[in-house]
C-alpha cells in the first residue's frame, strides 16, 4: 500500500475542484491535508450523515457554554435560523467563529437586535 494510498483511507474526500473549497483554501492558506483534516471533523458532527449541519450539530462543535449566546452567533453566521452548513458554509462559519473578538460578537449581536439602528434596545 502506497502512502497516498493510506492517506486516502485516513483522511475523507474533499472535492477540491468545488469553486467554495477553494476560495476557503486561497482565503485563508489552507493545504489540501487541513482540508481533509476538517472534513473529518465535519463528517463526525454530521451525526445523521445528511452532509449538512444543522444548529445542534453546531453546538456541539463549539466549546461555547450557552446555547442561548451560541444560536445568536449562529443567526449572525446565517441569515436563516433554520439554516444547515454544507461542508463549505461549516468551514466559514468556524473559521468566523473562531476568529471573532468578544467584543465582535456582542457588537454584532446588538447589530442584529436594533433593529430601529438607533443605537439602543
Not at 106 to 120: A, E, L, P
Request: glycine content about 6%.
Amino acid at each position: 500500500v502506497s502512502m497516498g494510498s493510506l492517506c486516502s483511507l485516513v483522511l475523507p474526500s474533499v472535492d477540491f475542484n468545488n469553486l467554495r473549497i477553494r476560495q476557503i483554501q486561497d482565503r485563508f492558506h489552507m493545504t489540501n491535508k487541513e482540508m481533509q483534516q476538517l472534513k473529518r471533523t465535519f463528517n463526525a458532527i454530521d451525526r445523521d450523515g445528511s452532509g449538512y449541519v444543522d444548529f445542534d450539530e453546531f453546538f456541539e462543535t463549539i466549546n461555547e457554554p450557552s446555547k442561548e449566546m451560541l444560536g445568536l452567533v449562529f443567526k449572525l453566521l446565517t441569515d436563516d435560523p433554520d439554516a444547515e452548513f454544507d461542508f463549505p458554509g461549516w468551514v466559514k462559519a468556524v473559521i468566523g467563529f473562531c476568529t471573532l473578538t468578544s467584543e465582535e460578537i456582542v457588537s454584532s449581536i446588538f447589530q442584529i437586535h436594533d433593529v430601529d439602528k438607533n443605537g439602543f434596545l
